[in-house]
């Protein structure tokens, strides 16, 4: 599903002076896997996951996404990838405000061929118990509330790869868990997962953890505890 | 993006963002309403003094002749113009100069009481030729115009305006009655079309007609002229009439230079372009005026939208992520910008219809329809919101969702 291949990413910072956030970073996920990216702050996760999501290109090395190569794909392309195959799930949920849940799930349906289907939305919102709060405002519903709208936001184009990024942060435990357990069920459903989390208990839900140092790879396990899921069939 | 989920999108933010959509209306609003009201009431105002002017002169193919030189004001008469235009002067013109067709020869007085049984009235007492009708292209509505045959056997016959008529036969048909002129019988043998007000407003239907030989001899005792209306054979060339007639006068009347003429000679359809352009001119001014007060509209309207940019970053950054491309957002926000100048460039319309309304009332003004102020007002608000709305629209998919996302 995911082939990095020596990608990195440079930031241009003062006067002709650059940030190296990854350094020649190669890995591969297989479809179906649920992957844990931990690192300190300033590690590269963010980096990666906004590559990987496609909101942005490597400085050099290659990105392959279903076997295809996306690394120097052009802003309408990449789009396309990220309307299509790719769900976003933030630590601060990025709803939009002013807006009902059911408009905030509608949003990737607007820039994705065919009409806006309501009705696709609400099952989606179904799917996260939130069909009651359909027309509520963003601002009216609780942090694990907005957060599960994101996920049906996330899930309305049916993407094989989901992209969270610290999605509990902002959370409290209960909350926090019922988001993990959605998590959960949208990888036994075959979706590959790749979340950013600095919490143990949250990693302790994937089956493989890639660990970022200085924006390189030190350690990518695949524990006792961290079987993979059985679509994947063995590590990679 | 396709253009139905386009405008559900920018009906929404427009819903969403209800008092910065008005406020950036606002200025549209105002634009579009004075522009639709002024250059309707220009237009309105041109159409009504070309009728007038039209009302009173009668046809374009037409020059008057009136002594004295320079220029006088109200309608020439017997009291108030020198003797120099003379009843030969008339016949030279039209036996003389190829250019003109016809003649009409036209003695006018004011202040002459015309009565009937115990009504009485003061119109404008006109002696006229019999072609006069044809040359002003009037019209009896009722009986006849007097003939040449009556014009030369001094016939005391008159032809009534309408307002004449109301005021001295105003339960009884005046055909076949006799009514007096200073005290000279004359019998009424026909009725004018009425004409309407003149360029100054005033009625043009006060009046009566009778021959110009009977003005002359039975009733004013006059040898001069206070008009020649001369026919032009072609009209558009006037001008070059115009000369000659003047050339004709002055070696009649045995002026030389530097001496200036002792008559005035009025070509309509000159004073008509001139009378147009003027009114165009006006128009162009107010259309001016109107135009900077869209583009304040419009830069109000980039402004606030740049606001809105910044404010909305994360909403941008969202729907980079969830799958839109630069040119969406630039699509978005430019829609966006338009779709408010469009519905601010309806409101102003509406309102600048009720505003036309009301001050063609105030002034009295027809009620006719002009329509291309207001096409023109909706196209511009789309121009407008379209160019001004490109900057923020820019500057919106120049927004980095990276960025924007994090904080």
Redesign the interface.
Known sequence: MIDAENISKTYPRGEGGAVEALKKVSFQIAPGEFVVVRGASGSGK?TLL?LL?C??RPSSGRYRLDGEDVSRYS??QL??I???RIG?V?QSF???P??TAL?NVE??M???DG??DRRRAISALERVGLAARANHFATELSGGEQQRVSIA?ALI?TPALILADEPTGNLDLDAGRDVMRLLEDLHDEGRTILLVSHDDAIAAYASREILLRDGAIVSDRSGPNKPLHPAVGGAV | ?KA??LF??AA?SMR??RLRTTLMMLGIVVGIASLAVLTSIGEATKRETMQRFKNMIGTFDTIMVRPGGGRSRGMPTLVNVPPTLRFEDANAIASELPEIRAVAKMQTAFDVDVKYSDHAASPAVIGVSPNWLELRSEKVADGAFFTEEQNVSLARVAVIGTDVRTALFPDEDPLGKTLRIADVAFQVIGLLKSRGAGPAGGSLDNLVLIPVNTASRRLFNRAFLTMVIAQVKDPYRSTEATDKVRVLLRDRHHIRPPALDDFTITNPAATMAQVRRASSTLTKILTGVTVMALLIGGVVIMSLMSIAVSERG??I????????????IVLQFLFEATSVALVGGMVGVVIGWGGMQFATQMQKLPQILVWRPFATAIALSIIIGMVFGIYPAWQASRVD??QV??S
Request: no cysteine.
């Open positions: 963010s906004n999501g909101l942005d802003d309408k789009s396309r990220r309307n299509a976003f933030f990025n709803l939009l002013r807006t408009e949003i990737p607007v820039y994705h009409r806006v936001r184009n | 993006m139905g989920k559900s999108q929404r969403r963002y994360k909403e950054g969202v729907r980079r992520s969830v799958g839109a491309a630069r040119s969406d969702p990276i996302l994090r």
